[in-house]
């Protein structure tokens, strides 16, 4: 029953968390594409541009991270935990289309140029992001801290960069009301850009990397191996192999025992090893195939290319 109840709370974290992201994303592009229409400034619309993809990609999280945590079914065995990572291909689209018009915009801006107005308006709706967007960040760490969700994390690491982002624009704003550095605004424009495409690449791997299977980090992958080898009659391990799918940990891995061992003994001897597993990651799915200790057979270990850590 705790366990339940535990998957429940992970999910409503999720879904307030993805919510109020969806609501801080709105507000923004709200109160920017009015300041962009009065002061016709050019960072300031690079950031109104970044904050609609926001609503787009927070909209995409919030579908995402309700299905990724639907229980199990007879089509999909693995559950839908991939969905997540999904939803990050999709955020890092949505930041790459972003960075791209910010850069045709400031390519057309060289050869016409926009007088900027009220640049007042546009310190003060700036700072009123940067108080909104510090807040929403603060939140979404607070619930990556309570779970693990792909999605959440790389909306919050979007949000760190609209942070830099924000107060990027305020200091081109300050500039040009007060030095008038015109050209700041437009540099400002052009390193935001930049530091989007940036962001999007490593949002884009990271997903990729959970969609094509690959294996769970060292440390992870350690600690496993010692819990295996603490449990009493287990000689070896051998094709040991894993992957993430949204919260879960799926792990496989043949254990070899001494070969006069009945299976019932081993069948134990195997639940042991998973039970430790499961004490370190409770989401983990564990599958174990029992072997007698040095039989000679076809291992998945030697068709591995390349070394391997462990």
Same mark, same amino acid.
């Given at each position: 029953? #705790? =366990?339940?109840?535990? &998957?429940?709370? $992970?999910?409503?974290? *999720?879904? +307030?968390?993805?919510? @109020? ?21 050019l960072s300031v619309l690079s950031s109104m541009a970044d904050s609609l993809a926001d609503v787009i990609s927070s909209l995409v999280t ?70 909104? #967007? =510090?807040?929403?960040? &603060?939140?979404? $760490?607070?619930?990556? *801290?309570? +779970?693990?969700?792909? @999605? ?94 949204g919260n879960r940990l799926f792990i496989e891995i043949h254990l070899e025992f001494d070969g006069a061992l009945s299976l019932y003994e ?9 039970? *430790?597993? +499961? ?32």
């Amino acid at each position: 029953m #705790t =366990s339940l109840n535990s &998957v429940q709370d $992970k999910h409503r974290l *999720k879904n +307030i968390a993805a919510c @109020a992201s969806v609501c801080t994303a709105i507000a923004l592009t709200l109160i920017k594409a009015g300041a962009a229409y009065v002061t016709g400034s050019l960072s300031v619309l690079s950031s109104m541009a970044d904050s609609l993809a926001d609503v787009i990609s927070s909209l995409v999280t919030l579908i995402a991270v309700t299905y990724a945590d639907k229980p199990l079914t007879c089509d999909h065995r693995y559950g839908y935990g991939k969905a997540e990572a999904v939803s990050a291909l999709v955020q890092a689209a949505f930041i790459s289309g972003s960075a791209c018009f910010i850069l045709y915009d400031a390519a057309y801006r060289l050869h016409s140029p926009v007088l900027l107005t009220n640049t007042a308006v546009g310190i003060w709706v700036m700072l009123i992001s940067l108080v909104l #967007t =510090s807040v929403l960040i &603060v939140f979404q $760490k607070y619930i990556i *801290k309570r +779970i693990n969700s792909q @999605a959440i994390e790389a909306d919050n690491k979007h949000y760190i960069i609209d942070l830099a982002a924000n107060l990027t624009v305020l200091l081109s704003l300050l500039s040009v009301k007060y030095w008038h550095w015109a050209w700041i605004d437009m540099a400002a424009a052009v390193a935001i850009a930049v530091y989007l495409m940036i962001t999007a690449w490593k949002i884009a791997h990271r997903a990729l990397e959970e969609i094509t299977d690959k294996e769970i980090d060292a440390p992870t992958k350690a600690a496993v191996l010692k819990a295996v080898g603490e449990v009493e009659g287990v000689k070896g391990y051998h094709d040991f192999r894993s992957r993430l799918s949204g919260n879960r940990l799926f792990i496989e891995i043949h254990l070899e025992f001494d070969g006069a061992l009945s299976l019932y003994e081993t069948h134990r001897l195997s639940d042991a090893a998973e039970d *430790k597993i +499961i004490a370190l990651y409770p989401h983990a799915q564990i599958l174990i195939h029992q072997d007698p200790y040095g039989i000679e057979e076809k291992r998945l270990d030697n068709d591995i290319a390349g070394p391997c850590e462990l």
